[in-house]
């Protein structure tokens, strides 16, 4: 497969990913980080990168937001949300993570493509992204042209993208004020 077939094939596997998202369960998403007091994010992994990519946003968006393991992060408690990447269905530090967020009185979200997993079904909200992981890149039902989980991780990005544009608009953030908060140090 030349390179150019490649690209269109990967950009099509994560249009499909990313349009296999229930609109519901993305607003639901919406309504909790809207409603959080302080958002604090966490993955395992590549899942990980694309997490902090969300904490970005969020805080861009004036969010009080945080990644489990920066020295700044704050504890979590009750009105606040641990937003957790599950995309194989379990890791386990999330479900450690998962048990001390919900024992001080927090709220989990769960990202996954595997909702039948431990970490979902423990979730207090779960978003399903249709897409590989690592739990099926082997055998014959392999789809993916990308390697491992890396359809899932390219579909969190453009997901959790949209996820901004609809929590933007429901929040009444312009787009001048996410750009004021963008750090200088460059």
């Not at 450690?96 to 997993?117: E, F, I, Y």
Request: glycine fraction near 12%.
């Amino acid at each position: 497969m030349s390179y150019a077939d490649q690209v269109s094939r990967a950009a099509e596997e994560l249009r499909v990913a990313a349009a296999g998202v229930d609109p519901a369960s993305l607003a639901g998403m919406v309504e909790e980080l809207a409603s959080a007091g302080r958002v604090v994010c966490y993955g395992v992994g590549r899942e990980g990168l694309m997490m902090r990519a969300l904490a970005m946003r969020l805080y861009h968006m004036g969010l009080d937001a945080h990644v489990v393991g920066d020295m700044s992060c704050p504890p979590v408690g009750a009105g606040d949300v641990l937003v957790v990447s599950a995309g194989p269905g379990d890791f386990s530090t999330v479900r450690g993570l998962m048990g001390v967020a919900k024992g001080a009185g927090a709220r989990v979200a769960c990202v996954t493509a595997q909702p039948s997993g431990a970490v979902p079904m423990a979730a207090d909200r779960v978003l399903v992204i249709p897409a590989q992981t690592m739990a099926d890149d082997t055998g014959p039902a392999v789809a993916s042209v990308l390697p491992m989980g890396s359809l899932f991780e390219g579909a969190q990005y453009l997901v959790f993208e949209m996820l901004i544009l609809m929590l933007r608009d429901r929040l009444g953030v312009a787009p001048e004020a996410m750009r004021d908060r963008h750090t200088n140090l460059e």
